[in-house]
């Protein structure tokens, strides 16, 4: 019994370091700039008792919808064509890349999604009216989506922060990557499109934790 013991424990050790010598695969999302409304804001925009209406299922119940709107910024620069994503949300928010904040003239923070309190103001158009929000545009943390299993896999836990390599020409390494965990997600990374792009990666590609 002991011996099998033994066993059992060099192979469970054997494959943790091979684990963290190879590190852990992870498949990229590359996430173009989109909104999150509130369905007040959703009746503002497009009419009252309007109800988003789904293009393309998302994970965690998400989805991107068929509607879209133009934003714009404080020197009345402007983004059109801009993806609504839906459900309806507790509070509207802007996600925008940092050549989008250049293009609309804006000083916009890196924040985690949700986390609006003081962040750039933006104005929203849509077909039937617009709104204006003295908060709430930013520029997306990247971050990975896990389940926990994923997540107990990776040795990681919701919040932790690690390291991706990219290996390919570029080389890229991204720090400061935010785990993200819960039962309903899908094992992705999120990145903008301007990480994408100066990276040469595109959605579906692989990247791996190593650190």
Known sequence: MEQITRLVIEAINRMETEKKS??????????????????????ALFGPGYQLTKRKELMGGQFASNETVTIVGLKLRAIENVRV??????????????????????????????????????????PKGAIYLNEGCIVAMRHIHMSPADALAAGVRDGDFVSVKADNERGTTFDHVKIRVDESFTLEMHIDTDEANAALISTGDMVTIVD
């Open 85 to 126: 994503l839906g459900p309806v949300r507790k509070a509207s928010q802007v996600e925008v890349s940092a050549t989008d904040a250049i293009r609309l003239g804006m000083k916009v923070p890196v924040r985690e999604s949700g986390d609006i309190d003081g962040s750039a103001p933006v104005a929203i158009v849509g």
């Open 22 to 43: 190879d590190g852990f695969a992870v498949p990229v999302g590359v996430s173009a700039r989109h909104v999150h409304l509130t369905q007040e804001h959703v009746e």
